[in-house]
């Protein structure tokens, strides 16, 4: 090994650890292409009477479990270690996604839907959330302990790039298990004609879409999940953990062959003057830190991208202008292709340039969307184009660049706690957003859109006043940052 360390380690360690990413995008984006044959099998019960209400709690069910698991993050990353809790993500993704396929286990006649199988399958999908919501706060964390200064934003930026690509995976395996099996009933339900399906009638027409299509959709993700938990067990902890808890020794191991020896040795003393000094309460470094690591989480959300990414067939579809699953599947490769923009800039340009361009970016996008809307005439095609810019905007900007800034904006001894925290309000963010979208939409898209653009521009306006530039700095530069701002304050 050279003293410059094992490029090819480190590459190893994150592939592993941005796997969570890619769970994370495949859960919460697989519900896209299974929630119409779902809706319609629970509209076939004959001892509850399933709501668009219901429906809208159940296709964002899994959210809950991202809040609850982000929340409880930082206590089992800093009790039990980042690996180990990543490992825990992993269970939840797998027993969440054979129980989503297979709601009826043990309990229930298969294929009869009723309310207490419907409580079954949103116990399971909250389950996926936990590890959706766990991964989301301990994959950056993870990648931004083990990373090298140097490397740590386009590392980080992977996560988001799995996250993405997860996404697309996903859109690809609902388009093929799809296929052709669309059938009347699918298309009546498209246009709410809810009256048509019942228990009589789905067990005489046999519906690939309803009976079986949305299972294979959700089973689908046991295959990356259970990859990612036996690969966890192949990585190491992170040395910031290790040092943390009095394992010096092993610490050292892990920097050796990311960094090489003389390296390490300098990172590791780093390291222990600032997570030797004392245990820190979450406020230590005042309370700036903390609001700002929040508001980076709220923004990355109240600006309205994942109603996107949750509603994006229906939203083409009322655009008029063509086949809605091939164009979320073109939104999917541009998000890709934008991702990559952040991943190779983020170290050449810094944060803060890559989120207010960002934000204009899609300021100007939900702009176009509002005004396809609202304008009489205007074609279509302004209003796709208008998602596209607003969504390749996120892809570059918000959607990678937040994280990595998450993952290192907080000194070592709070840094668990105060992640927790910013990505449970990321979650609650979600929510609301996921919540409030069909509503506002169905009400003014003109309306939603314009308000998106709005809080577009108020974020690039926060991180110019707030946000510090971390693009260079070391974890361990951040305690002296915000002990100095403390100071000033």
Request: proline residues 4%; contains cysteine.
């Amino acid at each position: 090994m050279s003293d410059k360390g094992s490029k090819s380690y480190l590459f190893s360690i994150v592939l592993v650890a941005v796997l969570g990413g890619l769970l994370f995008g495949y859960d919460t984006a697989v519900i896209s292409g299974a929630e119409r044959g779902l809706q319609a099998f629970f509209m076939g019960a004959k001892d509850f009477t399933y709501t668009t209400f219901l429906h809208g709690f159940t296709s964002s069910s899994a959210l809950i479990g991202c809040i609850i698991g982000s929340a409880f993050s930082g206590y089992f990353a800093n009790k039990y270690g980042r690996k180990k809790t990543l490992f825990i993500a992993g269970i939840c993704f797998f027993l969440s996604a054979a129980g989503s396929y297979y709601p009826e286990f043990l309990f229930f006649e298969k294929g009869v839907p009723t309310k207490d199988l419907l409580i079954a399958f949103n116990l399971y999908r909250v389950l996926g959330g936990l590890g959706v919501g766990t991964a989301s706060a301990i994959c950056p964390m993870y990648i931004a302990e083990i990373a090298p200064a140097e490397r740590r934003g386009a590392l980080v930026s992977w996560n988001q790039f799995a996250i993405i690509f997860g996404q697309l995976v996903v859109y690809f395996v609902n388009l093929v298990i799809l296929g052709d099996h669309i059938a009347p009933k699918m298309e009546a339900l498209a246009e709410g004609i809810n009256e048509i399906v019942n228990g009589a009638a789905l067990a005489a027409d046999g519906n690939w879409s309803i009976t079986t299509g949305w299972r294979l959709m959700f089973g689908s993700e046991c295959v990356p999940a259970a990859l990612f938990t036996i690969l966890i067990l192949l990585v190491p902890e992170t040395p910031r953990y290790l040092a943390m808890t009095g394992k010096g020794d092993k610490a050292l191991k892990v920097l050796t062959k990311i960094n090489g020896e003389s390296k390490a040795q300098q990172i590791l003393s780093d390291i222990k003057n600032t997570v030797t000094e004392k245990k820190e309460k979450l406020l230590t470094y005042g309370g700036l830190v903390i609001f700002i690591g929040i508001m980076l989480s709220v923004f990355q959300q109240i600006v309205g991208i994942n109603a996107v990414l949750y509603y994006a067939p229906r939203i083409f579809e009322s655009l008029g202008m063509g086949d809605p699953m091939f164009q979320t599947v073109l939104m999917g490769v541009v998000n890709i292709s934008f991702t990559l923009v952040a991943i190779f800039t983020v170290e050449k340009l810094g944060r803060r340039p890559l989120l207010i361009t960002g934000s204009l970016g899609m300021a100007v996008g939900a702009l176009g969307v509002a005004l396809a809307d609202i304008v009489p005439g205007l074609p279509g095609i302004i209003g796709v184009i208008s998602v596209m810019i607003y969504s390749a905007s996120f892809m570059f900007s918000w959607g990678p660049i937040c994280w990595v800034l998450i993952s290192e904006i907080f000194p070592n001894t709070i840094r668990g706690g105060a992640v927790a925290i910013a990505v449970a309000f990321q979650w609650i963010s979600n929510f609301a957003v996921s919540a409030s979208f069909v509503p506002m939409y169905t009400w003014s898209p003109g309306f939603t859109y314009g308000l998106y653009c709005v809080f577009c521009i108020i974020a690039a306006v926060f991180v110019w006043k707030l946000v510090p530039e971390t693009k260079g700095k070391t974890l361990e530069d951040m305690t002296a940052l915000w002990k100095e701002r403390g100071r000033k304050n």
